[in-house]
């Protein structure tokens, strides 16, 4: 059976991936599994820039066909923002910050915007690397609105909190959302989705 390592220290982002990962016959690796300590600087400009280096540096290290990531939201009253800077916004001193930062930054945030400025996207580019250096890169999106939270704080995804599906009425957060419609409007499965068949034909299965 093939091994896939999940280059994330996210535990939220890793077993979403893990789980849309779970109908293909391979076994999935963490950074933690293989006792990996580095870490990459995301230095790049666009999700696909960190996506492609931490994914092709993670490859490398390891020996194995590796995914990664890189997304964020980008909110209409912002101009886009925050975008790559989606952990690193609202930290101090250019550092990541924690989700209740997040979280507490967002309310202040949402209580000012007006009605005309509350949409927003989540985006994210998602890239398998080899460990001789080839990469694929493909990108999901989901759209919505900001709204004052009314579900719990989602661990290492602070912003689903205030993200709302006006289509469905529901917050994007797994306490309200059916397996079907975490499928349907998340935006990492939407790319997971588009990558699949590359997986299957690189590591040499259908």
Not at 12 to 33: H, M, Q, R, W, Y
Not at 51 to 57: I, L, N
Not at 187 to 203: C, E, F, S
Request: hydrophobic share 35%; charged share 30%.
């Amino acid at each position: 059976m093939q091994t896939l390592l999940i280059a994330t220290r996210n535990s939220g982002k890793l077993l979403e991936i893990t789980n849309f990962l779970s109908d293909l016959p391979i076994k999935t690796v963490s950074l933690a599994d293989l006792d990996v300590t580095q870490d990459v600087e995301e230095t790049g400009k666009t999700y696909r820039e960190n996506s492609v280096k931490k994914a092709k540096f993670y490859a490398k290290l390891s020996g194995l066909p590796t995914i990664a990531d890189d997304g964020g939201i980008e909110i209409d009253g912002l101009n886009g923002a925050p975008g790559v800077r989606s952990r690193r916004f609202f930290g101090k001193n250019g550092k990541e910050a924690t989700d209740e930062e997040i979280m507490a930054a967002m309310k202040k945030l949402v209580s000012k915007l007006s009605l005309n400025k509350q949409d927003a996207t989540f985006k994210v580019v998602i890239t398998l690397a080899l460990p001789k250096g080839e990469t694929f890169s493909v990108k999901g999106e989901v759209k919505g609105v900001l709204k004052d939270p009314h579900v719990r704080l989602l661990s290492g995804y602070p912003y689903r909190s205030f993200f709302y599906l006006p289509k469905i009425k529901k917050y994007y957060h797994e306490d309200q959302l059916s397996p079907e419609e975490q499928r349907l409007y998340n935006h990492r499965y939407k790319a997971i989705k588009k990558l699949k068949p590359t997986i299957k034909k690189v590591l040499g299965f259908r």
